[in-house]
C-alpha cells in the first residue's frame, strides 16, 4: 500500500496562494494521486486528481514530480471559505476484479486555515 | 447533482447490539465503498463493493460486514458492536473507472455512531 505523509496544519491568509505537500515514497506505476476537501459535518469532496507533471482545473492545481514520490497541491488567491481539511489519496481505480482492486490510501490530512 | 443519502447523522448504540448503517445513491454508481473516519487516522477503507452482491474488504473490516441487494444501497452492518467502533462513517460511491485513475467519489454527509 501507498503510505502518505502530510502536514497536519498550515495556516494562511487571504489572497495568499497555498500549497499543500503529499509524500508518497512507495507510489506504485498504476497509482494516481487524487485530493479532496473536507469541510465539518459533510463528507469530503473531490478536488482533482493526476498522474504525472501538471494538472489544472477551475479550483487547484496539481504538480507531480518525475519520480512521482510527492505531489503538491497548489490553492490560488485562497479565501476564508477554503478553510478545510485536505486530504491527498494515492491509488488505482476501484473497479471489477477480485485481485485487480486497488486499495486506496487517505492520507491524514492537512488542516487549513485562512485568516483575514 | 449526485445524491448519496445515509440513513442517520447520529446514532448511539449500545455494545453487543447489531447495527445497520444505510447508504443510498441515486446515480446509477456501480462502486460503493464504507470507510471510517477517526481524528489522527484519516479515512479509512472498511469494505468495497463494485456491483450487486459483489464485495472486497478494504483496510480494516475486522468486525464488520456488508450487504449489497441492490445497487443503489449499500450496508454496513455492526453484528455486535463495541466501543472501539465509535466513530464518524462516511458512504461513498463513483462509476466505474477503466482507465485514468480512480476516477471522483462522492461522499455522504456521515453518521456519528456512539457505542456506549
Known amino acids: 500500500l501507498a503510505k502518505t505523509t502530510q502536514p497536519i496544519s498550515m495556516d494562511s491568509y487571504e489572497g495568499q496562494e497555498v500549497n499543500i505537500t503529499c509524500s508518497h515514497n512507495n507510489i506504485a506505476t498504476n497509482d494516481y494521486i487524487t485530493w479532496y476537501q473536507q469541510f465539518p459535518s459533510q463528507g469530503p469532496r473531490f478536488i482533482i486528481q493526476?498522474?504525472?507533471t501538471k494538472v489544472t482545473n477551475e479550483v487547484a492545481s496539481l504538480f507531480i514530480p518525475a519520480d512521482r514520490k510527492s505531489s503538491t497541491l497548489s490553492l490560488p488567491r485562497v479565501s476564508l471559505s477554503d478553510t478545510a481539511v485536505y486530504y491527498c489519496?494515492?491509488?488505482?481505480?476501484?473497479?471489477?476484479?477480485?485481485?485487480?482492486?486497488?486499495?486506496?490510501?487517505f492520507g491524514q490530512g492537512t488542516i487549513l486555515t485562512v485568516h483575514p | 447533482d449526485v445524491k448519496v443519502t445515509q440513513s442517520s447523522r447520529y446514532l448511539v448504540k449500545r455494545t453487543g447490539e447489531k447495527v445497520f448503517l444505510e447508504c443510498v445513491q441515486d446515480m446509477d454508481h456501480e462502486n460503493m465503498f464504507w470507510y471510517r473516519q477517526d481524528p489522527g487516522l484519516g479515512l479509512r477503507l472498511i469494505y468495497f463493493s463494485y456491483d450487486v452482491k459483489m464485495k472486497e474488504k478494504g483496510d480494516i473490516p475486522e468486525g464488520y460486514s456488508v450487504s449489497r441487494e441492490k445497487k443503489e444501497r449499500f450496508s454496513l452492518i455492526l453484528e455486535s458492536a463495541s466501543t472501539n467502533q465509535t466513530s464518524m462513517y462516511l458512504c461513498?460511491?463513483?462509476?466505474?473507472?477503466?482507465?485514468?485513475?480512480?476516477?471522483?467519489?462522492?461522499f455522504g454527509p456521515g453518521t456519528r455512531l456512539t457505542v456506549l
Open positions: 489519496l494515492v491509488g488505482d481505480k476501484a473497479n471489477a476484479g477480485g485481485t485487480s482492486y486497488g486499495k486506496l490510501t
Open positions: 461513498a460511491s463513483s462509476f466505474p473507472q477503466w482507465a485514468g485513475g480512480p476516477g471522483e467519489q462522492f
Open positions: 493526476g498522474y504525472k
